[in-house]
């Protein structure tokens, strides 16, 4: 039997290299589905890298505390949200005071959504920047608040709203192109302020060019600043092992300060960078279904494609077939034959997808120096799907090729 199909795939190779390009148009649209299948699989892949190691520098033991349901994609939020009560410095002390669990609180403050802000020099000027107003203990809540240059905001500095402020690790060369900021003044919004520190650039953005757009003061003299900004946000950092832990009993204390009745909904979010991660992989999936129904058509319109073209195979060989009968060949050879040719044609277009989808994936590592790669799975999947494609439209083919009659094969011209 392994001979027989051994034979039978020798001759399946040889149809497919006689007739070139019919059997590459053939396998176009299998190619295709393919390869949508593989190429996304393998830049979700190294989104999904991306995003892991963007979470992680906030640190795998914090959880970002906000008025804000979390997983907002842009536009305003709903009324509901908006008429929630601000969150205070005095819920971030009555967290770190009345929760075991919890290591140390953070706050931040912004001015709405929709404000932008800019700061400049008279070397250069740069818009639309992460402006916040944070407290000393910023740098220690967040893993990617280092300073590569300078000192970080101090107590002084938010005792007496001092207007100093540190620059991100990309917005600092743009204003002072000279290099060594520390010391000099720099423009936001209209107001001087004194360059103390370079905040470090966190690690693994997203895409080519991702930029640390950063700019922070200290709290107080933000809210001075602008006294209107109401936007306080709070990072928490649980003790070792105690995320969960910290998690609720935060939880509990802000229910309590924010009258929410037993039972009801919350009217502020707290999540972790396991949730964050988890909410993505759940878009990632929606992602893949929608690209497999997308690739399904391909493949579809490549499998009517093979059945078509088998169908002409069967027709042009008749007399091969009616050849093969008479000197004893069994329905099963004959079957086998025209199956294994079918399967070995969108098998090829599989392996064919494999290596341009591999191509570009190395092209796009290489330009824009994101980690993606071919999941060993999808190439599997996909190679497999294409094997199988054959097989599924090739079955009337070769039935059609199998019940020929040898003596009415042989008068075929």
Aim: glycine content about 10%; aromatic content about 6%; overall charge neutral.
């Amino acid at each position: 039997m392994a001979q027989a199909h051994g034979e039978n795939l020798k001759q399946a190779m040889d149809t497919l290299r006689a007739h070139k390009m019919r059997s590459a148009l053939t396998v176009f649209g299998v190619v295709l589905g393919v390869s949508v299948i593989m190429l996304v699989a393998g830049l979700l892949s190294g989104f999904d890298q991306k995003i892991q190691e963007q979470i992680k520098q906030f640190g795998a033991d914090t959880a970002f505390i906000a008025k804000w349901d979390q997983g907002r994609h842009g536009g305003p939020p709903p009324l509901e949200e908006r008429q929630r009560k601000p969150l205070t410095l005095d819920d971030a002390k009555a967290i770190q005071d009345g929760c075991p669990a919890v290591k140390n609180v953070t706050a931040f403050l912004q001015t709405r959504w929709d404000q932008a802000h800019a700061v400049r020099t008279k070397a250069g000027e740069v818009t639309g920047i992460d402006f916040r107003g944070v407290l000393p203990n910023f740098g220690q809540v967040y893993a990617n608040a280092s300073t590569v240059e300078g000192r970080f905001i101090s107590e002084g500095d938010d005792l007496h709203r001092e207007k100093v402020v540190m620059l991100g690790e990309n917005v600092a060369p743009v204003l002072f192109p000279e290099g060594h900021p520390v010391g000099k003044d720099v423009r936001i919004d209209g107001s001087d302020f004194m360059v103390v520190g370079v905040v470090e650039k966190p690690k693994g953005g997203f895409g080519m060019g991702e930029e640390d757009r950063r700019v922070l003061i200290p709290l107080s003299t933000f809210r001075k600043t602008y006294p209107s900004a109401d936007e306080l946000q709070m990072r928490m950092q649980a003790r070792p092992g105690r995320l969960a832990e910290a998690v609720d009993q935060a939880r509990e204390v802000l229910e309590r300060r924010r009258n929410v009745p037993y039972g009801g909904k919350d009217n502020f979010s707290i999540a972790t960078a396991e949730q964050q991660v988890q909410e993505f992989h759940s878009i990632m999936q929606m992602t893949y279904v929608v690209t497999t129904v997308i690739a399904s058509i391909g493949l579809l319109i490549g499998g009517v494609g093979v059945m078509n073209i088998m169908l002409v195979s069967v027709t042009e060989r008749t007399r091969e077939i009616g050849v093969r009968k008479a000197i004893g060949a069994k329905r099963s050879d004959i079957t086998w034959q025209f199956l294994l040719e079918a399967m070995t044609l969108t098998g090829a277009g599989g392996v064919i997808a494999l290596v341009m989808v591999n191509l570009v994936i190395l092209l796009i590592r290489w330009g824009l120096h994101w980690p993606s790669k071919v999941p060993a799975w999808a190439a599997v999947t996909g190679v497999a799907v294409s094997v199988c494609i054959g097989l599924l439209f090739g079955v009337w083919p070769a039935i059609k090729a199998a019940k020929l009659d040898p003596v009415e094969a042989l008068r075929y011209e």
